[in-house]
């Protein structure tokens, strides 16, 4: 009897254990999510439960994150750097502008070309090769383009502006008779009114030889001598230089043509009591401030009386060639 029970006991135990292997057998496995291990730390080599498996998602979502923040960040450094050039660009671009105009301020013309020209188709005796200055057109043209982009500026000085006028006038009207040449004078240009015609420009202007003179050089400086200056291309003109005027000769200059011009009998007839003098001086009579006589008196060989008798020539306006 014993030994039945002790036989049934054993049997019991074995069907259990039998029933428990089936029952594991039968169970699914719970689901794993499978993760990179280069997302986090190699000390685990697998993790499966459902809380590990959360913690595993906050670190990726902690990566993306904090890559998203660096994008951010990068965005911002990136918008930045690009407003900081933006701003560094307009300076830069408002810097260049300034130094460019300080240096444009600074530029003097250079009075070479027309020097070089003068001096090459003018005769000592003031004839001028109309001609030979046609065939060098484009050289006058040159020059009057560079006085153009150099006109007078506050900072100059008397002589420099001067000399800029006298020469910009004188080739000015070369070029007009130039361009219009053979002519017999030129009051056969623009219907008579040469003159008057705006063609002269300087920096952002444009003139004619009237406004040169009687608008701008006549009115602001005080300088009768201006008038031995400005050719009008006449014979009885005083002769155009022989070379261009330059701020450090121009005193010299001036009195050197104002010598001539006083005493070229053909043009002025000096004597102590009576004296036939050129129509300029009446044209301009307001011009010489200390009076007409004076000035020649300070040129010629012949000294004027005071009350001497003034005449004045007829002006033969005939081409200077």
Sequence with gaps: MRKISFVLAILFIIGCTS???????????????VIDTAMVDHTSDQITSNNETIKVQEVKDSVIDANEVRAQET???????KEIAKKTNTGDKKGKKDIKKNNIEKIRPHHTIWNSLTKKHV???GKVNYNGFKSDIKSIEIYLSHLEVTSPKKDWTKNEKLAYWFNLYNAATIHLIASNYPVKSIKDINNGKPWDKKFIKSGN????????ENSIVRPNF??????VAFNCAAISCPKLMKGAFFPSKLNSQLNMLSKSW???SSKNKISEN????????????????????PFINNFSTTKVNTNAEIKYLD???ALND
């Design 75 to 81: 965005d911002v450094k990136v918008s930045k750097g």
């Design 262 to 264: 006083i005493t070229d």
């Design 205 to 212: 202007k444009t003139y004619s030889l009237n406004q040169i």
């Design 274 to 293: 009576s004296i036939e003098i050129s129509k300029i001086f009446e044209w301009y009579k307001v011009d010489f401030k200390k009076g007409v006589i």
């Design 222 to 227: 005080n300088e009768p001598r201006l008038h």
């Design 123 to 125: 005769s000592s005796s």
């Design 315 to 317: 002006y033969n306006w």
């Design 19 to 33: 029933n428990k292997k089936e029952e594991k057998s039968n169970l699914k496995p719970e689901s794993t999510t």
